[in-house]
Nanobody, 127 residues
Framework: HVQLVESGGDSVQPGGSLRLSCAFS????????VAWFRQRPGQEREGLAV????????TYIDSVKGRFTISRDNAQKMVYLQMNSLKPEDTAMYYC?????????????????????WGQGTQVTVS
């Protein structure tokens, strides 16, 4: 059973930074990927970055490369998203997600699939 709890969302000024946290409870025999997504008002949810819990490989979409960094702490069962140089267009609800079947993380997080478990989200507002 997969459980994910996000935290760390806040209101910040443009140019500021935030670190989001995702506390995960997963079966590591089945789950190897945790990703961050966001949903802006009136838009579809988009994948931002994913990390392989085992090898630590990170994958990002182009629009956040260099500004956002995903990381993990397996001992603490946490995945983080460090967000720097925040812009008003980063305003969104941010979610973490995990898979339930072992697979390549870079392909999984951008693919439309039922194999995604979601947290409840944390709000980030940049203004």
């Amino acid at each position: 059973h997969v459980q994910l709890v996000e935290s760390g969302g806040d209101s910040v000024q443009p140019g500021g930074s935030l670190r989001l946290s995702c506390a995960f409870s997963v079966d590591r025999h089945k789950t190897n990927c945790v990703a961050w997504f966001r949903q802006r008002p009136g838009q579809e949810r988009e994948g931002l970055a994913v990390i392989d819990l085992g090898g630590g490989a990170e994958t990002y979409i182009d629009s956040v490369k260099g500004r956002f960094t995903i990381s993990r702490d397996n001992a603490q069962k946490m995945v983080y998203l460090q967000m720097n140089s925040l812009k008003p267009e980063d305003t969104a609800m941010y979610y973490c997600a995990a898979n339930g079947v072992l697979q390549n993380c870079g392909g999984w997080y951008l693919r439309s699939t039922d194999d995604k478990y979601w947290g409840q989200g944390t709000q980030v507002t940049v203004s």
